[in-house]
């Protein structure tokens, strides 16, 4: 089936660093989404994003971070700076359309901020 | 908020035995939430396993069937005959109307002896 892909597998940064998360979402969909997990919890919705904007947000989604897809590349979250509580598992998605459309999930991007 | 809680892992089946995995939902956000079971396999990306759209609709797939229950607002996983190939982490999971969040359970880990 359709996959969709996150670069890197495992990212370990120093608190205060910045750190960009990739996303390569299925070809020619349109709606993406980001999902954080920390250890032993649910994962969590972050944002959505369609049409190069945020559709919705969680409180989750501190002011340092922020996600884009400039001209159809990756779909990337960035968190600048980083923080301890950062320290999680990315999840990224995306669907085709947005009415009872499936999302398709990547593998996850584990992040240590240490 | 929305929330999903399904039964505690880890669980443990032996192969062509009967399976439930327990779900029950809470949305505050909408009266008649989209309904979802999520399954990751082991070293694999989380896929959608079978949706419920409608009340009282059973989704199946794979042998797995969930009935949508608005009255005991309940979503419960079963398989009348698990395999070994099943042991995964499965999530129930709920959605709005469009599709654009979804609100996961914290999933049930799910081994099966042969």
């Known amino acids: 089936g359709p996959k969709v892909l996150q670069i890197p597998s495992h990212q370990i940064i120093d608190m205060g660093q910045m750190v960009t998360l990739n996303c390569d979402p299925v070809?020619?969909?349109?709606?993406f989404y980001w999902y954080k997990q920390i250890l032993g919890q649910q994962m969590e919705f972050l944002v959505n994003?369609?049409?190069?904007?945020?559709?919705?947000k969680s409180k989750l989604f501190k002011d340092q971070f922020s996600v884009e897809r400039p001209d159809g590349s990756y779909f990337t979250l960035k968190i600048q700076p980083t923080a301890l509580e950062d320290s999680a598992v990315y999840f990224c998605?995306?669907?085709?359309?947005?009415?009872?459309?499936?999302?398709?999930f990547g593998p996850g991007t584990r992040l240590t901020v240490l | 908020g929305d929330s999903v809680t399904q039964t505690e892992g880890p669980v443990t089946v032996s192969e062509s035995e009967s399976l439930i995995i327990n779900c029950t939902y809470s949305?505050?956000?909408?009266?008649?939430?989209?309904l979802f079971w999520y399954v990751r396999y082991p070293g694999e990306g989380l896929q959608l396993l079978l949706k419920?759209?409608?009340?009282?609709q059973k989704g199946s797939s794979r042998g797995f069937e969930a009935t949508y229950n608005k009255e005991t607002t309940s979503f419960h996983l079963q398989k009348a005959s698990v395999q070994e190939s099943d042991s995964a982490v499965y999530y129930c999971?709920?959605?709005?109307?469009?599709?654009?969040?979804?609100?996961f359970g914290a999933g049930t880990k799910l081994t099966i002896k042969p």
């Open positions: 998605a995306s669907s085709d359309w947005v009415l009872y459309a499936e999302q398709f």
């Open positions: 999971a709920l959605a709005n109307y469009g599709n654009e969040k979804i609100t």
């Open positions: 994003f369609y049409n190069g904007k945020v559709m919705e």
């Open positions: 419920v759209i409608t009340a009282g």
């Open positions: 949305a505050t956000s909408i009266a008649y939430p989209n």
């Open positions: 070809s020619n969909h349109l709606y």
